[in-house]
């Protein structure tokens, strides 16, 4: 076990098992069925490495040790949760529980325990509620795949053995909020997203500037694991690989710390056709008037509001916008104090001290826009992560900074 990880929980059909093989008996219990490939490997591998592994199914009471006896995996499992012997069903909070009482886990390490289910309404939606880290494995259509609202979309997905396992992988490194976390991950991912990662362009007197960006590759379409939106296929021109850049920066003049988001669509020449980024909550297309994406190099290039960091692909908004722009960034400085996500909202103190804090600091970096955007800023290849990384860095980082602040 990882300090990161807590434990593993998992879903048995359509996550372990291919409920597409399972032969039941007279009475609707499984005897037997196949395995998704790789991943009885991938439990082995997981145990071996100390992770501490539990089943939450929805099933008959035999159904899951059949299963996991007959592919040698029943051992791997520290606690069985299963709703007929628990009394209730996903996503009630009761069979989630079982489990983590019988695992000793106390309530503040919910954020990292992983729930790995194919079920929104179930898996996704009972650990999103209860606090635990959401993984939806996507391996097939035979259920609904598209969350209804925010309590159903999943925190992280996936649609093999082997993602999970690369997923699980990156959430375990270790990562020190004092300083920016290790580029890792597959070499080939990393060359194409520094190719096309934006450049910014800052007003010269911005005091803040971005300090590592997470990314995400997309080859259908998915929710996002970091901003609230599903990445689409339903509009033109046709894309081949969606990039998204979670780009982050310790403070926004408003609050402690800022995540911004730019999506750069490719075809599949690995050209990009579409861009589009954030902006107080929402999102925007990039292009400019005439349809064209501007470009340097192969990098498109957006524009970001002074001290708020809201993406356009002009300054001309931030213009149109001016007397709110100019009140954001000095009478109101500092008004929100610490910002904290709905995911963060366990690991990160939010209170009358540690807003005051934060607003007395941003309160001393109040300034007076130029409104000329002549400060180019390149996202280095040093400052990519995987999202997950950078996911599990975030509350640390913030807790640290907290702490710089109280001297």
């Known amino acids: 076990m990882t300090k990161n990880i807590a434990a593993i929980f998992f879903d048995l059909g359509d996550t372990i098992m291919d409920e597409a093989t399972e032969q039941k008996d007279a009475e609707g219990t499984t005897f037997s069925a196949e395995l998704f490939g790789g991943m009885a490997a991938v439990l082995h591998q997981l145990h071996d490495q100390g992770y501490r592994l539990a089943l939450v199914a929805d099933s008959r009471p035999n159904t899951p040790p059949n299963v996991l006896r007959q592919h040698g995996l029943l051992d791997l499992f520290e606690c069985l949760a299963i709703s007929e012997e628990v009394g209730v069903e996903k996503p009630h909070a009761a069979i989630f529980l079982h489990a983590l009482q019988r695992m000793g886990i106390d309530e503040a390490d919910y954020p990292n325990v992983l729930m790995v289910g ?9 650990a999103n509620r209860l606090g635990l880290r959401s993984v939806f494995f996507h391996a097939n259509e035979r259920r609904r795949t598209i969350p209804d609202n925010r309590d159903e979309s999943p ?3 996936v649609s093999t053995a082997q993602e999970l396992f690369d997923l699980i992988t990156a959430l375990a490194v270790e990562v020190d909020g004092s300083k920016i976390p290790n580029r890792t991950g597959n070499s080939k991912e990393l060359e194409l997203v520094a190719r096309f990662s934006p450049v910014i362009q800052f007003d010269d007197a911005e005091p803040f500037f971005p300090l590592v960006v997470g990314y995400t590759l997309f080859h259908r379409e998915e929710q996002s694991p970091s901003f609230s939106r599903r990445i689409r296929r339903d509009w033109r021109p046709a894309w081949d690989t969606a990039i998204e850049y979670a780009i982050w920066w310790d403070w926004d003049i408003g609050h402690l710390y800022e995540l911004e988001h730019a999506w750069v669509y490719l075809s599949v020449e690995q050209q990009p056709v579409f861009v589009e980024a954030s902006s107080h909550g929402g999102y925007a297309s990039m292009l400019l008037e005439n349809g064209t994406i501007p470009m340097e190099d192969t990098h498109p290039v957006i ?3 002074p001290g708020k960091h809201a993406f356009s692909p002009t300054p001309h908004w931030f213009a149109i916008f001016r ?3 100019f009140a954001e960034t000095a009478p109101q400085a500092g008004r929100d ?6 995911e963060y909202a366990r690991q990160i ?12 600091w941003l309160r001393e970096k109040a300034f007076s826009p130029a409104m000329q ?5 390149h996202i280095t290849p040093g400052m990519l992560v995987p999202w997950p990384v950078l996911d599990t860095w975030i509350p640390r980082r913030i807790n ?3 702490d710089q602040l109280r001297g």
Do not use: M, Y
Request: aromatic share 10%; no cysteine.
């Open 118 to 126: 194919n079920n929104l309404e179930r898996d996704i939606l009972g």
């Open 155 to 157: 925190r992280h997905t």
């Open 303 to 305: 524009f970001s509001q």
């Open 323 to 325: 007397d709110l722009v």
């Open 337 to 342: 104090g610490v910002l904290v996500k709905k």
């Open 349 to 360: 103190p939010k209170t009358n001290e540690t807003d005051k804090l934060a607003a007395a």
């Open 373 to 377: 955007f002549n400060r180019s800023f």
């Open 400 to 402: 640290w900074l907290l």
